[in-house]
């Protein structure tokens, strides 16, 4: 089967091993699978939890931009890549896409190398279990990066700070999935904690060596405050 590459997501990304922002062609999932597949929550907990146990796990603030196959430029907030390379040097780029369309899953919309998208091609649906099985399987993954929008006031910081809001922002990724307004038309529960310097909720990150405690990160501005993770300033727990 010949697999042709008429629709293409083209990224723009900025990670660590790359000096300068780097153009990504990504082969649309639509000319293979529509519509998109749609991925359980789970995969995207557990993965979570990978990248906070496993040193060859991790997340960056590295996605600029995403332009869809028809030249639309959409918000990268929305979007997550996934960057990895397993054991045999082959490399897998999956860009996921979160809508309140998709039902609170996220949705696979573009796949690379073109190798990957052959896969797909061949495999279709029977692709995606194997593959998404192997991501989050750390012995046979020699990296993994999960690659997550910059905030509009990015800026260098410490590496420690840039990890924790790079996982802030990949756990508001997550919980957006199933996310709906309340009755103030807000996303998040009014009692939760505000950032001083923006207002944008706060995030909780426990820190991996102490239990209970961690930071609160403003996944937008990455203004962080250390405090005992389920507790407010006032000891009153936050929602």
């Known amino acids: 089967m010949v ?21 990504v062609d990504l082969s649309d999932m639509k000319e293979i699978l529509y519509p998109y597949p749609l991925i359980e929550r789970k995969f995207f907990d557990d993965l979570m939890h990978l990248c906070r146990s496993q040193t060859h796990y991790y997340v960056e603030m590295g996605l600029i931009s995403v332009l869809d196959g028809q030249h639309h430029q959409l918000n ?4 997550i890549l996934i960057w990895a390379l397993d054991f045999k040097d082959r490399l897998y780029q999956i860009l996921l896409d979160r809508n309140p369309q998709h039902g609170g899953k996220g949705a696979i919309a573009a796949v690379g190398p073109k190798d990957l998208g052959e896969f797909f091609g061949r495999m279709k649906k029977n692709a995606i279990l194997p593959l998404l099985t192997l991501i989050n399987t750390p012995e046979k ?8 929008s910059r ?3 990015y800026r260098n910081q410490q590496k ?27 996303w998040f529960p009014s009692s939760a904690p505000k950032c ?12 991996s060596y102490r239990i209970g405690f961690g930071y609160m990160i403003c996944p937008e501005c990455g203004h962080s405050e250390r405090r005992q993770i389920g507790k407010s300033n006032n000891n009153k727990p936050i929602i």
Not at 7 to 22: D, E, N, V
Not at 201 to 206: E, H, K, M, S, Y
């Open 151 to 153: 905030p509009k006031s």
């Open 196 to 207: 001083p310097i923006c207002g944008n909720p706060l995030v909780g990150i426990l820190d």
């Open 141 to 148: 993954m020699k990296s993994v990066g999960v690659i997550v």
């Open 3 to 23: 697999f042709l590459n008429t629709y293409m997501f083209t990224l723009s990304t900025r990670t660590s091993w790359q000096k300068q922002p780097t153009r």
């Open 160 to 186: 420690e700070k840039q990890e924790f809001q790079a996982f802030a922002r990949f756990q508001k990724w997550i919980a957006q999935l199933k996310a709906t307004p309340n009755k103030e038309g807000q």
């Open 76 to 79: 990268p907030d929305t979007w």
